[in-house]
């Protein structure tokens, strides 16, 4: 039953202000400092409207909300007004309340001036709490706002249907990130790209990025390293009703240093694979059914491996082989002293059941190292306790040879990128059917520095970068890119344009290097490393290295060659200061010698 207080309840609540109003403060994730509270707004202690979402729905359906959304500013107000307000403070908003008239909002600047405080201390936070009927008006008022001093954020950006929307509409100073993608997003691909591309949009819209939901270090060291400007949740502080300002010695610690995480969405898929995929749904035997009747289901179906037998809440009890019954039953008077017995006398009940939930390189691991006659009968798969399916030695064997299949093409983890083997067959096929090709060695320089000083974590995304940048680059149709391992990258372009799509990847590596690079490293250009004796060395920003071969089939017999010419116009590459392209223009003949001490590492 849906509960619906008398109106008198509420009118009673906004004419006495009883409500509480908490405040959560909002880090700066450089700075390692509280920045901002956001203020909450809680209905009377121990009453069935405490919850904001219950104090809300009750004035609404009484048509009181726009009242309750007032009375809650005017005790916030109060409430901020005695703090040291050196620190905004972010309001909740509904498009309803910033479309009143101008009475409503002269009467909300009054508010405000009588609490003492100005509108550059407020940052309006618009919630998607109604329907957006007309944006243009909703835009105008915004920008009314502003105008009087107002900052305006868009909150829990992604949850409701119109938030992508009100961003482009609105153009907030912040966006908050619905909390949702935050949640275990160092285990989720999905929500890390989501976030990811969030960022992406901000920075280039030159709006500021705030996180909500913060529970854990997991969390805090993904929003670090895509850069989120600021954070929000349990991990900072609880709503309260004081104002906090002081960061726990744990979050200080979180906060000022690298925290280096793998996400999950490099994390090897085979690994993920269960064996519900090998799952096949085999009609069970139960107890009470005999030897005979098993022998005769056997004799009909000659595909029939094995028979899975379960009691009446489809619990695994056994598996019955068709080797062993057609085995014990050829033998002399078995069948009449035996046939009418319960197929559980003979069963195996140590038979192998797994969970669904296994995957597929434990369970090769664990049948591999068991009985022999488990890759032969078959093995029970279940969830819980119940009876799902059943899987076979043959299907478990084709679906790790499947998996080994797709390492070999995408074996690099860290771009799924096609690795060594790909590399080699692309360039062979090529070779064979007599096609001109270019072929590019991309070498990253100064990265090993930038490894040592900011971490593997960081260095990693500087290569899931340059693997993205070449992927999206390149001519899918045509060209094929691949992640030999490290910073090393092999293009090999058929396309007509490929000298131009070249110095396109260097333009881009020019402009977005620095992003990778703190603030005053930025600024001196580069980094400065000490090495084991003490010395100080100067790293320029990283640039990338480019040595092209124009491949004639009839120059080469094979991808050994190929890659020798293809490491030595990249030597010639790296001898070119900074971002550069080295074309090999000779005509190059095949050497032995060179296709045996020169291959793709």
Same mark, same amino acid.
């Given at each position: 039953m849906i509960y619906a207080p008398p109106q008198l309840e509420v009118e009673t609540i906004l004419a006495q202000k009883n409500l509480l109003p908490l405040f959560q403060p909002i880090v700066d994730i450089k700075q390692a400092r509280v920045f901002a509270h956001e203020a909450l707004i809680r209905g009377p202690v121990e009453s069935k409207l405490h919850s904001p979402i219950a104090l809300f729905n009750a004035a609404s359906l009484c048509g009181l909300n726009i009242d309750m959304e007032y009375t809650a500013r005017e005790v916030i107000f109060n409430e901020y007004s005695r703090s040291d307000r050196s620190h905004p403070l972010f309001v909740n908003f509904s498009p309803d309340a910033l479309l009143l008239t101008d009475s409503h909002l002269a009467f909300g600047l009054t508010q405000l001036a009588r609490s003492g405080l100005k509108a550059s201390d407020i940052v309006i936070e618009i919630t998607e709490s109604s329907t957006i009927r007309d944006y243009a008006v909703l835009r105008d008022a915004v920008t009314r706002f502003k105008s009087l001093g107002f900052k305006i954020a868009l909150d829990d950006l992604g949850e409701g249907t119109s938030g992508l929307r009100l961003w482009s509409e609105l153009s907030p100073e912040y966006v908050k990130i619905d909390k949702h993608f935050i949640a275990n997003i160092h285990n989720d691909p999905i929500k890390l790209e989501f976030v990811r591309g969030i960022q992406k949009i901000a920075v280039e819209s030159?709006?500021?990025? !705030?996180?909500?939901?913060?529970?854990?270090?997991?969390?805090?060291? /993904? $929003? #670090?390293?895509? #850069?989120?400007?600021?954070?929000? &949740?349990?991990?900072?502080? %609880?709503?309260?009703?004081?104002?906090?300002?002081?960061?726990?010695?744990?979050?200080?610690?979180?906060?000022?240093?690298?925290?280096?995480?793998?996400?999950?969405?490099? *994390?090897?898929?085979?690994?993920?694979?269960?064996?519900?995929?090998?799952?096949?749904?085999?009609?069970?035997?139960f107890p009470e059914m005999t030897n005979e009747e098993v022998y005769n289901w056997f004799d009909r179906e000659n595909t029939l491996n094995s028979i899975p037998v379960i009691n009446h809440q489809s619990k695994p009890i056994g598996l019955i082989s068709r080797y062993d019954t057609i085995d014990r039953f050829a033998r002399r008077y078995q069948k009449e002293l035996h046939g009418k017995k319960p197929c559980?006398?003979?069963?195996?009940?140590?038979? @192998?059941?797994? *969970?669904?939930?296994?995957?597929? @390189?434990?369970?090769?691991?664990?049948?591999?190292?068991?009985? =022999?006659?488990?890759?032969?009968?078959?093995?029970?798969?279940?969830?819980?306790? %119940?009876? /799902?399916?059943?899987?076979s030695g043959h299907a478990l064997l084709r679906e790790v040879?499947?998996?080994?299949?797709?390492?070999?093409?995408?074996?690099?983890?860290?771009?799924?990128?096609?690795?060594?083997?790909? $590399?080699?067959?692309?360039?062979?096929?090529?070779?064979?059917?007599? !096609? =001109?090709?270019?072929?590019?060695?991309?070498?990253?320089?100064?990265? #090993?520095?930038?490894?040592?000083?900011?971490?593997? %974590? %960081? &260095?990693?995304?500087? !290569? *899931?970068?340059?693997?993205?940048?070449?992927?999206? *680059?390149?001519n899918n149709e045509h060209d094929f890119v691949g992640h030999i391992g490290g910073d090393d990258f092999v293009l090999v372009f058929q396309s007509e344009g490929w000298e131009a799509t070249c110095n396109d990847i260097l333009d881009t590596i020019v402009k977005v290097t620095p992003d990778f690079y703190d603030l005053k490293d930025i600024q001196q250009g580069g980094i400065r490393i000490e090495d084991r004796l003490g010395n100080e060395h100067f790293y320029p920003f990283g640039s990338l290295s480019i040595g092209a071969v124009q491949v004639h089939p009839d120059a080469f017999a094979s991808h050994h060659e190929v890659a020798g010419a293809m490491s030595n116009a990249k030597k010639q590459a790296k001898k070119i200061v900074g971002n550069s392209l080295f074309i090999e223009r000779r005509r190059l003949a095949p050497s032995a010698s060179r296709a045996a001490d020169e291959r793709l590492a």
């Open positions: 030159n709006t500021l990025t !705030i996180a909500e939901g913060i529970e854990t270090k997991e969390e805090l060291a /993904v $929003i #670090k390293d895509l #850069k989120i400007d600021f954070a929000q &949740g349990y991990l900072f502080g %609880r709503p309260f009703p004081k104002f906090q300002y002081v960061l726990t010695e744990e979050v200080n610690n979180l906060l000022n240093k690298n925290i280096i995480r793998l996400f999950a969405e490099h *994390q090897n898929t085979a690994k993920q694979a269960t064996v519900i995929s090998l799952a096949s749904y085999q009609t069970a035997a559980t006398t003979f069963m195996d009940a140590n038979c @192998l059941v797994v *969970q669904k939930e296994m995957s597929i @390189l434990a369970m090769s691991e664990l049948i591999l190292a068991a009985d =022999p006659k488990y890759l032969l009968n078959g093995f029970i798969i279940a969830d819980g306790e %119940r009876y /799902v399916g059943m899987g040879t499947n998996m080994q299949i797709h390492a070999a093409r995408y074996a690099n983890p860290l771009t799924l990128l096609p690795g060594n083997v790909p $590399i080699n067959a692309h360039i062979d096929k090529l070779l064979e059917r007599r !096609i =001109p090709f270019v072929a590019c060695y991309c070498d990253l320089d100064h990265f #090993k520095p930038f490894n040592d000083a900011y971490g593997y %974590r %960081r &260095g990693d995304e500087v !290569i *899931q970068f340059v693997g993205r940048l070449l992927s999206s *680059q390149v």
